[in-house]
């Protein structure tokens, strides 16, 4: 069974940067593909990214092309979100979620995902 587990969330200033990790473990990670979604209060979860097994293949949601990058340590089973110039809207509970894929990532690998972690909280001041 996949154990995914999130962290690197907090409480920081608009303008800052962060860098969320999520190591997974049960399964040999290099066979999964990865992603981020955030939930901001009172919305619906929404797909941030996504990264293939091997790292050569990243998918951006719209809103997050720009000042998100994704990536993986597949030595290290884990995967990281980079967030730059973080801004108050931001703010939201940071998921990470897998998927068993040798395919390369796109829109669609968003509604691929079957196992999530418990999420990190982001909370961007202003």
């Known amino acids: 069974q996949v154990q995914l587990v999130e962290s690197g969330g907090g409480l920081v200033q608009a303008g800052d940067s962060l860098t969320l990790s999520c190591g997974l473990s049960?399964?040999?990670?290099?066979?999964?593909?990865m992603g981020w979604f955030r939930q901001a209060p009172g919305k619906e979860r929404e797909f941030v990214a996504a990264?293939?097994?091997?790292?050569?293949?990243?998918y951006y949601a719209g809103s997050a092309k720009g000042r998100f990058t994704i990536s993986r340590d597949n030595a290290k089973n884990t995967v990281y979100l980079r967030i730059n110039s973080l801004k108050p809207k931001d703010t939201a509970v940071y998921y990470c979620a897998a998927v068993q894929s040798y395919s390369p990532v796109s829109e669609r690998t968003a509604f691929d995902f079957s196992s999530w972690g418990q999420g990190t909280q982001v909370t961007v001041s202003s």
């Open positions: 049960g399964r040999t990670f290099a066979r999964y593909a």
């Open positions: 990264i293939s097994w091997t790292g050569s293949s990243t």
